[in-house]
């Protein structure tokens, strides 16, 4: 969990709340609530949190996919390609780009825990989630669902556009967040006069499904 890790890295480097405090900017009793798991910092924080610690924003924010190696097996099944082919890590991709791709890939199927038609394969566009290592033209395996939790990676339908962030609520309100701290990747906010939809939920990468752009 978060607050277990804030913690840890405090602790491994032996500074004292107060320091961390100072650094971000704010009360001691402030840092104090992160760590008992009382409140959440933003997206602001969290970026400045990974820059003292020195660790990747994926680390703070708990990885939720598998990154995965394709091995030969007896048991294999196929996945679909997603008719949207690429999906958009950056400024999002357009619908009207779509493209039919007739081709399938074939998986372990111990992967595969629900019928077939709940799986799709989708590629990284763009480099706005390299900080969890999902590179331009990696391949994605995706499990169909409306639902995630908050800090979960997945596919998201937002004003016409595709894009593939970590979905985060702070407050009240949810974000997609991009995972590239050399890049200035602003946290795009979800209001309700915005059209959205969460497609799916990011399960595996697989560096062999590498399509280039």
């Given amino acids: 969990m978060f607050k277990d890790k ?18 971000l900017s704010v009360a001691e009793a402030t840092y104090n609530r992160y760590e008992k798991g009382v409140n959440e ?18 680390y703070l924010l708990d990885r939720d ?10 048991n294999t099944v ?15 991709v357009d619908n009207n780009d779509s493209f039919f791709v007739d081709d399938n890939f074939e998986v372990p199927g111990d992967w595969i825990k629900k019928e077939l038609h709940n799986y799709f394969v989708g ?8 900080d969890v290592f999902i590179s331009d033209g990696v391949g994605l395996i995706f499990e169909r669902t409306n639902n995630l939790d908050s800090g979960e990676i997945g596919l998201f339908h937002l004003n016409g556009k595709e894009y593939l962030k970590r979905f985060k609520i702070i407050g009240d309100t ?6 590239n701290n050399k890049q200035n990747y602003d946290p ?3 209001t ?7 497609r799916a939920k990011l399960l595996y990468k697989i560096e062999q499904f590498n399509k280039e752009k």
């Fill in 188 to 190: 795009i906010p979800i």
């Fill in 192 to 198: 309700e006069n915005d059209s959205f939809e969460i």
């Fill in 6 to 23: 804030l913690k840890k890295l405090r602790k491994e480097r032996e500074k004292r709340q107060i320091d961390i405090a100072n650094y």
């Fill in 65 to 74: 996919f598998v990154e995965a190696e394709l091995k030969t097996t007896k």
């Fill in 123 to 130: 590629f990284a566009r763009g480099d706005s989630m390299e």
């Fill in 41 to 58: 910092p933003d997206i602001n924080t969290l970026k400045k949190l990974a820059n003292y610690f020195d660790v990747p924003l994926d």
């Fill in 174 to 179: 949810p974000f997609l967040i991009s995972e």
């Fill in 78 to 92: 196929k996945i679909p390609v997603e008719q949207l082919s690429f999906v958009g890590c950056g400024p999002g």
